[in-house]
């Protein structure tokens, strides 16, 4: 009986800036294997299907429980995260190739590794954490009800991942928009009792350039987020209160 082998097909690139390539690879199946897996088992074969000898492909990971976000990337023309793609489920659902590419939206550091820093820049910009006057004690924080951990927990567990950037039409270089992660913090934030404090610095950055009025509601965002974050209602709930902010402020002139 012959081996079972799995096949990949990946998109490499040397640096930034520099002209993608494929290569292809071939190896031997285990059981239980994600992709994760298989980049590993090509780190340590450091050759391609036609035996040629090549640098280990670059790739990030870290927890490989879906929690840090790290290892997203393309698989098979769609955004996920390659710790919980499994190889059985890829080749039985999706074709008995594995295409692995980095994000689009990103700029490439190398091969399978992408630069997010726009989405930290975008976090910082809205101001996504809790305000603190300083580091004495405050005293009693402002207690969170029931109801209102039932709407932030869903929203707390964003991981920056990028997935919802990378399936958003509207997110490009000349649109600017600042996409659904960080909006989606704006949600969370400005429900938080102690947060809300400075809610109205949050909605003025998303009512500038590149805010939420860029947003098309394409809601693929919403598809691929593997925390199943909901995102479109966090930009509908968002949108709103932009609206009731601006009329308020357009009325107290």
């Avoid at 002209?19 to 980049?39: G, H, K, R």
């Avoid at 640098?55 to 990971?61: D, H, L, R, S």
């Avoid at 809601?219 to 932009?242: D, W």
Wanted: net charge positive; hydrophobic share 35%.
């Amino acid at each position: 009986m012959a081996e079972r082998r799995v096949k990949l097909k990946i998109r490499r690139q040397n640096g930034p800036g520099q002209a993608s390539y494929w290569q292809d690879f071939d190896i031997p199946y285990e059981a239980q294997m994600n992709v994760i897996s298989c980049l590993q088992r090509i780190a340590e074969i450091g050759r391609t299907a036609r035996g040629e000898k090549v640098a280990p492909v670059a790739w990030e990971c870290s927890c490989l429980e879906e929690v840090c976000g790290a290892c997203t990337m393309i698989i098979n023309g769609r955004v996920r995260q390659s710790c919980t793609a499994l190889v059985d489920r890829l080749t039985k659902e999706e074709g008995e190739v594995i295409r692995l590419e980095p994000m689009t939206k990103f700029p490439v550091v190398r091969d399978l590794i992408v630069d997010r820093s726009r989405m930290f820049a975008d976090l910082t910009k809205v101001k996504a954490w809790n305000p603190v006057d300083g580091y004495y004690d405050l005293g009693h924080p402002a207690p969170v009800s029931p109801e209102e951990q039932e709407i932030g927990y869903p929203l707390s567990r964003c991981m920056t991942c990028g997935c919802c950037l990378e399936a958003c039409p509207q997110v490009s270089e000349p649109s600017g928009f600042i996409g659904p992660a960080a909006i989606n913090q704006v949600a969370l934030h400005n429900t938080h009792p102690t947060s809300k404090a400075i809610a109205s610095q949050r909605l003025e950055v998303l009512m500038g350039p590149g805010g939420l009025s860029s947003c098309g509601n394409a809601q693929n965002c919403v598809k691929v987020c593997p925390k199943e974050i909901p995102l479109t209602e966090s930009i509908a709930r968002t949108g709103r209160a932009i609206t009731t902010y601006a009329c308020r402020k357009f009325f107290d002139r």
